[in-house]
């Protein structure tokens, strides 16, 4: 009897309906318990982080905390900024800009790395596009790489002065994040 | 007989929601706000259905929290960020950056060790005007004055009847979602200052309420007519005041509230069709069997 | 009334899985599971909790994720996630009403097998496992009503924990064990949490063993005689799928109502109060589904008594199926135990009603009224009634009863009358 039921009922409308339509609110059930564990409002209003560049030496840098990510700010040397100017585009392993205020097929030159009159100053995310270490370079006595700028020491990948990958095995350069001058020494990241 | 009951109970969470929909989308003069003392139910824009908050009126609450009650109570689960978003007094972002400039943040430590004061920002909490309780005490008369982030929530007000009415009153609250009794209690409160009965024993540094539990409370009447100014033409009296600030606080304790009734409306909606439907493809299914 | 395996399989692939983990022959088992015909609504809130303790598990996962078990930070982390998480005050929502509604459908399921007599042979493992299910339920919800570390949470805790100390010589040790000091504290609130999140498995488990005891024994049914043969039963699927479903629907909507319109309702408004351990609230009540038990505490005018009385209030629950001495089961032919029941079913209500009064005057006096009549119902009107009562005549078999009353139309059961020991 049982069967019966089961064939004279399997492409009737009614039931179809209900299924599908249970269905439906089903899957809509889904999404609150998805978008809970997506960043939060408290999250969210965290986003953006003023950073005072006033106190760093030339040759310094320094790590500041952005959305729990650290960020490098180094006030780079005449030298180091001409060294990353002097490096052809072609010569990259990644050509690209990598720079959150400029379009994504840029050209990896230093200029399009930095803020304009403000060459000095290069900000960057500092994990590893690797695995997501953290490269060394910060501090005083730490490994700069070949190429003067940050060695990440897990996978050893070298990163020059414009925070550009030259060696190992990272596929890019190191992110810019979003970032503006609010005043001749302030800036304001994300 | 099963599918008399089948039918009954389609039949009465379809009436169930209808009442409720009505009981809540209508101010009824059931709820109709009685003259002094204020311990009725109030009418809100809130209750309900499709209850909503007033942008204004939470706009003038906050300013009426800001200049007299902030003086000794904190928010401290409030955001400014809250008073600019969806279903809150939603003012407009540039409102929201001067609300939080205008407060002094304690931040740090910096580069020395230092705590350090800045500007607000969006995403700050509101600040306490006591660094702790024991501040709170001492500068009170060592009563300590409850932080209102949830204070909407925490109030309440019960009707007592007898026992045989109180199913009825338990449904009768059910299906109209009354949630509002913090606020009704609040606007009792602010409102239910008055003299002390000539019997009545009142301690020293003490206030007379006709609402507070056991009519005494430390804190002076708060409110006076045309204490905080309004740019927008409300009246500016106790009532009006004390109206708008508990609306403020049922705001702050419960801020996703609209968002809450929106979703649930479509929520009803859909769980009613899904009803129907189950209701009659089941009655197809079982109508071939006898049972 | 275990029956043969109707399973074929009917692919290679299936028959392969059969020899191996033979899964798909289980939900075919279960999905053909012969099921007596005349089952009403009363039956459909079996699965009504299987929905509601899969929700719970659900949302209590998901709070879990965003909850801090700690006394100085559980509050505020309540009201973030109310506030600051995507979705949070709904996923909260609906596990603070969700333990509400997970208590309302258990009363009404245990209601459904005393008035049809489900817990007699030989179901009586299936019927403890339930007042096991019982047990673990209470414990969870109190347990889980301490997270919010409210001023109610917190007096709860301290007044709960504190009936251990009227055992007597272990008793103050105890408490300080299960508090992890010398008052609810940190400790407390931490091993609540990690114990609030273990036991709803522990209840899926018990569960399992209790659908299992379920499918062993069969289904009882409103006419509580035992199903005779094919002709009694349906297949589970889709026939009482459906009719779950519909009434799950219509569960749904009571459920909806409250998370949205009324989430606060059932709860009090001291919990929003941050808990203070120098202060209790001048009105300490626990939730709605403890009440009744509450007041049977609060009747007896001595400790040790009156929490031996609320304990003992459950646990004679697990003997029931050897107190009732009727041999037949539904209500529906004893017409004596059909009126106890009713006034059972009173006090009950009288109970949870008292239970929110100050225990004083004559709440004091129908609260021990109540409590006498409810032990009183158990101890001595169910062993009574089966020796004095004349049950009416039972059908002789569901199939006759159904086909019986559709030809009779009328409100007499056309039965023929049957011994009782044929029932």
């Known amino acids: 009897m ?10 009737d409308f009614l039931m179809i309906a209900t299924g599908a339509f249970a269905a439906v609110g089903g899957a809509a059930a889904l999404w609150p318990m998805i978008d809970q564990m997506n960043p939060d409002a408290s999250a969210l209003s965290l986003a953006s982080v003023e950073v005072d560049l006033s106190p760093i030496e030339e040759g310094q840098a320094i790590t500041v905390v952005w959305r729990g990510k650290p960020v490098f700010i180094r006030n780079r040397s005449k030298q180091e900024i001409d060294e990353a100017m002097a490096t052809k585009v072609e010569d990259l392993p990644d050509p690209e800009a990598r720079n959150a205020a400029i379009s994504d097929d840029a050209p990896a030159s230093d200029v399009n790395r930095t803020k304009k009159g403000k060459e000095n100053w290069l900000v960057l995310v500092g994990i590893c596009t690797h695995l997501g270490c953290i490269p060394k370079g910060q501090r005083i006595g730490d490994s700069k790489g070949e190429f003067g700028g940050w060695f990440c020491p897990c996978h050893g990948s070298h990163y020059d002065t414009s925070g550009r990958i030259r060696k190992g095995p990272a596929p890019r350069n190191l992110d810019v994040p979003p970032y503006e001058f609010i005043s001749d020494s302030k800036i304001k990241i994300g | 007989m099963n599918r008399l009951v089948g039918a009954i109970s389609a039949f009465c969470s379809v009436c169930f929601v209808l009442a409720g929909l009505w009981l809540g989308s209508a101010n009824s003069p059931a709820f109709a706000a009685s003259e002094a003392p204020h311990t009725g139910m109030q009418s809100w824009t809130f209750s309900g259905v499709f209850g909503h908050f ?66 607000g920002k969006p995403s700050d909490r509101f600040v306490s005007p006591f660094k702790n309780d024991n ?11 409850p932080d209102l982030s949830v204070i909407g929530k925490a109030r309440g007000l019960h009707r007592e009847v007898p026992w045989y009415l109180a199913p009825f009153n338990w449904l009768q609250e059910i299906a109209a979602g009354y949630q509002e009794g913090g606020a009704d209690y609040m606007f009792a409160l602010l409102t239910g200052y008055a003299e002390a009965p000539s019997d009545f024993k009142l301690a020293e540094g003490m206030e007379y309420n006709k609402v507070f539990p056991g009519h005494q409370i430390a804190m002076p009447p708060p409110l006076s007519d045309e204490a905080v100014e309004y740019t927008d033409g409300t009246p500016q009296t106790v009532t009006q005041y004390a109206r708008d600030l508990s609306a403020f606080f049922m705001w702050a304790a419960d801020t996703k509230l609209e968002q809450r009734k929106q979703l649930g409306f479509r929520v009803m909606i859909y769980l009613l069709i899904l009803t129907v439907l189950l209701y009659l493809a089941k009655r197809k299914l079982w109508s071939r069997v006898k049972h | 009334m275990s029956h043969e395996s109707t399973y074929k399989p009917n692919s290679n692939f299936e028959k392969w899985m059969d020899e191996r983990l033979p899964i798909i022959r289980m939900s075919a088992e279960i999905s053909s599971f012969p099921t007596p015909r005349n089952l009403n609504y009363l039956w459909t809130f079996g699965g009504i909790l299987t929905f509601c303790l899969v929700v719970q598990i659900v949302t209590g996962i998901i709070l879990a994720m965003h909850y801090t078990p700690h006394v100085d930070y559980a509050f505020d982390s309540v009201q973030h996630i109310k506030r600051n998480v995507n979705f949070g005050w709904l996923l909260q929502g609906i596990h603070m009403v969700g333990g509400s509604m997970f208590f309302l459908a258990v009363f009404v399921h245990m209601f459904r097998g005393l008035y049809y007599g489900s817990y007699k042979a030989p179901r009586e493992i299936l019927w403890i496992l339930g007042v096991v299910l019982l047990l673990l339920m209470m414990a969870t919800a109190f347990m889980g009503y301490v997270l919010p570390w409210g001023q109610m949470s917190f007096w709860a805790a301290t007044v709960i924990t504190n009936l251990f100390s009227a055992i007597p010589l272990i008793g103050e040790s105890i408490v300080q064990w299960l508090w992890g000091g010398f008052s609810v504290d940190n400790p407390t609130l931490n091993r609540f949490y990690a114990l609030h999140f273990l036991l709803p498995f522990m209840i899926f488990g018990v569960v399992v063993l209790h659908i299992w005891a379920l499918h062993v024994t ?54 929003y ?16 589904y403890f009440l009744p038990f509450y007041a049977i505490l609060r009747a007896i005018p001595s400790k040790l008594l009156g929490v031996i009385a609320m304990v003992s209030s459950i646990l004679v629950l697990f003997i029931l199926p050897w107190l009732d001495t009727s041999r037949v089961r539904s209500a529906k032919f004893r017409p004596l135990y059909r009126i106890f029941f009713w006034i059972f079913v009173v006090t009950c209500l009288g109970l949870g009603y008292l239970g929110a009064k100050p225990p004083e005057g004559n709440y004091l006096i129908f609260a021990r009224l109540f409590t006498a009549y409810y ?39 056309d039965a023929v009358p049957a011994a009782p020991e044929n029932r």
Not at chain 1, 2 to 11: F, K, L, M, Q
Not at chain 2, 135 to 145: F, G, M, T, V, Y
Not at chain 3, 231 to 248: I, S
């Open chain 3, 375 to 413: 032990f009183i119902h158990f101890l001595i009107v169910i062993p009574m009634l089966g020796l004095i009562e004349r049950p009416k005549p039972t059908p002789n078999s569901i199939s006759e009863s159904v086909l019986g009353k559709s030809k009779g139309g009328g409100g007499q059961p």
């Open chain 3, 273 to 288: 109060i941050q808990a203070n351990p120098l202060q209790t609230p001048p009105h300490i009540v626990p939730e709605w």
């Open chain 2, 135 to 145: 501040e709170a005490r001492s500068a009170n008369n060592s009563a300590l004055p």
């Open chain 2, 54 to 119: 007033d942008r204004a009126q939470l706009q003038r609450g906050y300013k009426v929290y800001q200049e007299v009650c902030s003086n000794c109570h904190g928010m401290r689960l409030l955001s400014f960020r809250n008073l600019g978003e969806a279903g809150g007094p939603e003012f407009s972002e540039a409102e929201v950056k001067a609300i939080a400039a205008g407060f002094q943040v304690v931040d740090g430590p910096n580069r020395d060790g230092e705590m350090f004061e800045r500007d």
């Open chain 1, 2 to 11: 049982a069967s019966e039921i089961d064939e004279t009922n399997r492409r």
């Open chain 3, 218 to 271: 069969g289904n009882n049914n409103p006419i509580g005689i035992d199903v005779k043969g094919k002709q009694d039963t349906l297949a589970f699927h889709p026939l009482y799928t459906l009719k779950d479903g519909f009434a799950l629907a219509v569960f749904a909507i009571l459920f909806a109502w409250f998370v949205f319109y009324a989430p606060d309702y059932l709860g009090h408004p001291d919990n």
